[in-house]
């Protein structure tokens, strides 16, 4: 027989669902997914196993729904899998509002619905509570969208359950945003100091890094500096949050080829090594291009890779591509207007595009990972009626 402890350890590596299952054969289990122990442990398990699933949903601003949201697993192809969260959750977001961002089982939604008081909400669809938070002062809901940065895989160092920091601008041009994080614990936004973005340059929200305490953000790339400004080419924000310093990463020079084309786009991701750093992936006439930081004080980079889709194995008619994301650090995944695939960065010299899934968000869509956990959204949260 084992020891209760080898049983607890057992459960607290399996998903949500499967906890609840096994929780409902015995009284000494029924309380097991509602014990915070338990529920970090669970939560930070499934860290280390990394993401399984991922939301998809069409790209707009945060002022419309996100009416068709999927959800899939990224390690098959299946469309028989049974997913990890209740059906009605992902009904509830799709028609409440639109997903902004999502770390370690916890969304961060914009509330769209004229049945809450509050714009913005932290949900945990598997377990299906969620938590209202408040606007951070100085912010315009109207049709301003919501800048935020959320990261859950940080726990160890900070005192509350996540991190949710927002960026908020200021009427001025050119004027320095405020930074604001929240705290679950007293329901209230606390002043981060101002990060310097540059002068004038426009900023990307949509993919965001925080990392060791730096939340990192990266410029557009727009062509209306002179070429003798220090902000003509596109580089990234490092902005310390604990000190409250910032730094500006140049990024290299062979990821400028190709500015000026309609189709060129850069993002910034995890990227997940021994030392765990941030990726630039460069898209650009269907090639992808990504280098890793390995010295942030000398901005240096390193290539790592460099590919056309079609020789990664997408020959798909009229190809383009609507969106990609790095997942877990090492896992591509592109989707085309109505196909997602996956690429395994680590496994490249060998490795060739698998096709994950159907979906039918359109032509342009962003890409959310997702794994299924105990984390609690914080203190009075609700559940979800059923």
């Given at each position: 027989?084992?020891?209760?402890?080898?049983?607890?350890?057992?459960?607290?590596?399996?998903?949500?669902?499967?906890?609840?299952?096994?929780?409902?054969?015995?009284?000494?289990?029924?309380?097991?997914?509602?014990?915070?122990?338990?529920?970090?442990?669970?939560?930070?398990?499934?860290?280390?196993?990394?993401?399984?699933?991922?939301?998809?949903?069409?790209?707009?601003?945060?002022?419309?729904?996100?009416?068709?949201?999927?959800?899939?697993?990224?390690?098959?192809?299946?469309?028989?899998?049974?997913?990890?969260?209740?059906?009605?959750?992902?009904?509830?977001?799709?028609?409440?509002?639109?997903?902004?961002?999502?770390?370690?089982?916890?969304?961060?939604?914009?509330?769209?619905?004229?049945?809450?008081?509050?714009?913005?909400?932290?949900?945990?669809?598997?377990?299906?509570?969620?938590?209202?938070?408040?606007?951070?002062?100085?912010?315009?809901?109207?049709?301003?969208?919501?800048?935020?940065?959320?990261?859950?895989?940080?726990?160890?160092?900070?005192?509350?359950?996540?991190?949710?920091?927002?960026?908020?601008?200021?009427?001025?041009?050119?004027?320095?945003?405020?930074?604001?994080?929240?705290?679950?614990?007293?329901?209230?936004?606390?002043?981060?100091?101002?990060?310097?973005?540059?002068?004038?340059?426009?900023?990307?929200?949509?993919?965001?890094?925080?990392?060791?305490?730096?939340?990192?953000?990266?410029?557009?790339?727009?062509?209306?500096?002179?070429?003798?400004s220090p902000f003509f080419w596109p580089y990234i924000v490092?902005?310390?949050?604990?000190?409250?310093?910032?730094?500006?990463?140049?990024?290299?020079?062979?990821?400028?080829?190709?500015?000026?084309?309609?189709?060129?786009?850069?993002?910034?991701?995890?990227?997940?090594?021994?030392?765990?750093?941030?990726?630039?992936?460069?898209?650009?006439?269907?090639?992808?291009?990504?280098?890793?930081?390995?010295?942030?004080?000398?901005?240096?980079?390193?290539?790592?890779?460099?590919?056309?889709?079609?020789?990664?194995?997408?020959?798909?008619?009229?190809?383009?591509?609507?969106?990609?994301?790095?997942?877990?650090?090492?896992?591509?995944?592109?989707?085309?207007?109505?196909?997602?695939?996956?690429?395994?960065?680590?496994?490249?010299?060998?490795?060739?595009?698998?096709?994950?899934?159907?979906?039918?968000?359109?032509?342009?869509?962003?890409?959310?990972?997702?794994?299924?956990?105990?984390?609690?959204?914080?203190?009075?949260?609700?559940?979800?009626?059923?």
């Amino acid at each position: 027989m084992f020891a209760e402890t080898e049983f607890l350890e057992i459960f607290s590596w399996l998903p949500v669902k499967s906890i609840y299952k096994f929780s409902s054969l015995c009284k000494s289990l029924s309380q097991l997914p509602k014990e915070d122990f338990f529920a970090k442990k669970q939560s930070k398990n499934t860290q280390l196993v990394g993401d399984k699933y991922f939301l998809i949903q069409p790209y707009s601003c945060q002022s419309y729904k996100a009416g068709k949201l999927q959800l899939h697993s990224w390690l098959t192809s299946s469309t028989n899998d049974v997913l990890p969260v209740p059906y009605n959750s992902l009904q509830f977001i799709a028609t409440t509002g639109s997903v902004l961002r999502s770390s370690n089982g916890l969304i961060c939604v914009r509330n769209l619905s004229n049945h809450y008081e509050k714009s913005y909400f932290i949900f945990n669809p598997a377990t299906k509570y969620w938590l209202q938070i408040p606007q951070p002062d100085g912010f315009d809901c109207g049709d301003t969208d919501f800048k935020i940065v959320f990261e859950c895989n940080n726990v160890d160092n900070i005192t509350d359950d996540y991190v949710l920091i927002s960026v908020i601008g200021t009427s001025v041009w050119g004027s320095n945003p405020f930074c604001k994080i929240y705290s679950s614990r007293e329901n209230i936004w606390k002043d981060a100091g101002r990060i310097n973005i540059g002068a004038g340059r426009n900023i990307c929200y949509e993919t965001t890094v925080y990392l060791n305490g730096s939340i990192y953000l990266i410029s557009d790339s727009g062509g209306y500096f002179r070429e003798d400004s220090p902000f003509f080419w596109p580089y990234i924000v490092a902005y310390d949050v604990n000190n409250c310093v910032t730094k500006l990463l140049k990024l290299p020079k062979s990821s400028r080829e190709g500015m000026d084309d309609l189709d060129y786009k850069l993002s910034i991701f995890k990227w997940k090594n021994l030392n765990n750093s941030i990726c630039l992936v460069k898209l650009n006439n269907n090639m992808f291009t990504i280098w890793v930081l390995t010295d942030e004080e000398t901005s240096s980079w390193h290539q790592i890779f460099k590919m056309h889709v079609k020789t990664m194995g997408l020959n798909e008619f009229d190809l383009r591509v609507a969106g990609f994301t790095i997942l877990n650090g090492n896992i591509l995944l592109i989707a085309t207007n109505s196909m997602v695939y996956r690429y395994d960065l680590s496994t490249k010299s060998s490795g060739r595009l698998q096709e994950v899934c159907h979906h039918e968000c359109g032509d342009n869509v962003i890409f959310h990972s997702f794994s299924s956990t105990l984390r609690p959204c914080g203190a009075n949260a609700t559940k979800l009626a059923a």
